[in-house]
């Protein structure tokens, strides 16, 4: 019961908000602290924070959609992304690997929100783009609509996700209140904003309609939409798992890697400059909570496995009772009536 009160002690102490709030994501980075603290500068960001409310509420979803992937991509580790407040500000304050997923995914986050508002119609600033899309800056190969057979034709047309504006925004409110600082911390921050940015742009996909008397294919109208969010917050995890680690370079303001015999991190590739403690136990200076009381999974091996969730402490089994629908009839006419049944299961906890 301990791992509960615990718990139940931080809900206690963490400063208590107004229900919008108190979603606990927003401590990742929250829209109206930024504003408040830059509440005296000019610029876009003073822009966004004064005019643009609607898309403050966008930024908002966006800073919650990347602390709810972060958490799904993270379940089965010691870290597992939890916004548990305390723990989460001493993370955004290091410069770990998990700083730099953390900065990724919530600036892609932020992108992804704004262009699908854009892309429903509910901001005043955008829209999608209609017809033949502007060609994209700097991408190698863009993907194209299936070739056309000789009857067949295809078109541009429809809603493309408006990207560029999400990227922009993005832009704005994340990265230009930094724009005068050229410190190593700085300077990974915003690399690791940016490859999540790319996350999303490198990554658009072609979605096309068939027009044509029934059903067949002699016209197809095509149109670029974002892959989905969890595509983007599965290659920012392989991101992490290859994540660079980066030293200032003697100029001062660019960086470059560790060693010298590992190849430069590309701009689509996390970075960071200082090592993750193991989070194993609770650490106030480090914002590790620890894994004791974490379920972990006998029959895997992998991060889930009881072996290193429980970092060799060992875990205490205990038995469950599952609710289940058992017994199920068909009764005329149409209602199935299931009885419930009570499975017992073993789970294991690490100590
Ligand atoms: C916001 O809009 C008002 C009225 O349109 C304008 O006077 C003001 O300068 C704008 N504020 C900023 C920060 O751009
Ligand atoms: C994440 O880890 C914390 C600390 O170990 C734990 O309290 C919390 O229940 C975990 N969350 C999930 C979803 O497993
Ligand atoms: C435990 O891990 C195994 C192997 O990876 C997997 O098949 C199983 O679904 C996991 N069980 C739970 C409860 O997550």
């Known amino acids: 019961m301990r791992p509960v009160l615990i718990a139940a002690c931080l809900l206690l102490l963490a400063p208590i908000t107004d229900s919008w709030w108190a979603s606990g994501s927003a401590v990742?980075?929250?829209?109206?602290?930024?504003c408040k603290k830059n509440r005296r500068s000019r610029g876009r960001l003073a822009h966004i924070c004064r005019n643009e409310t609607?898309?403050?509420?966008?930024?908002?979803?966006?800073?919650?959609?990347?602390?709810?992937?972060?958490?799904?991509?993270?379940?089965?580790?010691?870290?597992?992304?939890?916004?548990?407040?305390?723990?989460?500000?001493?993370?955004?304050?290091?410069?770990?690997?998990?700083?730099?997923?953390?900065?990724?995914?919530?600036?892609?986050?932020?992108?992804?929100?704004?262009?699908?508002?854009?892309?429903?119609?509910s901001l005043l600033e955008c829209s999608c783009e209609k017809g033949v899309p502007k060609p994209r800056r700097?991408?190698?190969?863009?993907?194209?609509?299936?070739?056309?057979?000789?009857?067949?034709?295809?078109?541009?047309g429809g809603c493309s996700d408006n990207v560029r504006f999400g990227l922009q925004k993005s832009r704005e409110f994340m990265d230009?209140?930094?724009?005068?600082?050229?410190?190593?911390?700085?300077?990974?921050?915003?690399?690791?904003?940016?490859?999540?940015?790319?996350?999303?742009?490198?990554?658009?996909?072609?979605?096309?309609k068939c027009h044509g008397l029934s059903g067949s294919c002699t016209l197809r109208t095509c149109w670029w939409r974002m892959p989905t969010f969890r595509e983007v917050g599965d290659r920012l995890r392989d991101k992490f798992e290859g994540a660079a680690k980066v030293i200032s370079s003697n100029d001062g303001?660019?960086?470059?890697?560790?060693?010298?015999?590992?190849?430069r991190p590309g701009k689509k590739d996390i970075i960071y400059s200082e090592e993750s403690p193991d989070f194993c136990g609770p650490n106030m200076k480090t914002g590790s909570l620890g894994t004791e009381g974490r379920q972990c999974n006998i029959s895997s091996a992998g991060t889930d496995s009881c072996d290193q969730l429980c970092c060799r402490r060992g875990y205490i089994q205990t038995s469950i009772k599952e609710a289940e629908n058992c017994n199920c009839q068909f009764k005329w006419c149409c209602e199935v009536i299931c009885k419930t049944c009570y499975v017992k299961r073993d789970i294991q906890t690490c100590l």
């Open 28 to 34: 990742i980075l929250d829209p109206r602290m930024v």
């Open 253 to 263: 303001d660019s960086f470059m890697p560790e060693s010298p015999n590992i190849k």
């Open 138 to 156: 700097g991408r190698t190969q863009t993907p194209q609509p299936p070739a056309p057979t000789q009857t067949e034709q295809w078109q541009w």
């Open 54 to 121: 609607g898309l403050l509420k966008e930024i908002s979803r966006g800073v919650t959609l990347g602390a709810t992937e972060c958490a799904h991509q993270f379940r089965h580790r010691r870290w597992n992304c939890t916004t548990q407040r305390r723990s989460m500000r001493k993370i955004l304050m290091r410069d770990t690997r998990e700083t730099g997923f953390v900065n990724a995914i919530t600036a892609a986050g932020v992108t992804y929100a704004i262009t699908r508002a854009c892309t429903a119609g």
């Open 176 to 208: 230009s209140r930094y724009r005068k600082r050229s410190d190593i911390k700085t300077m990974i921050k915003l690399h690791n904003h940016n490859a999540g940015r790319l996350a999303i742009k490198n990554n658009m996909k072609v979605d096309c």
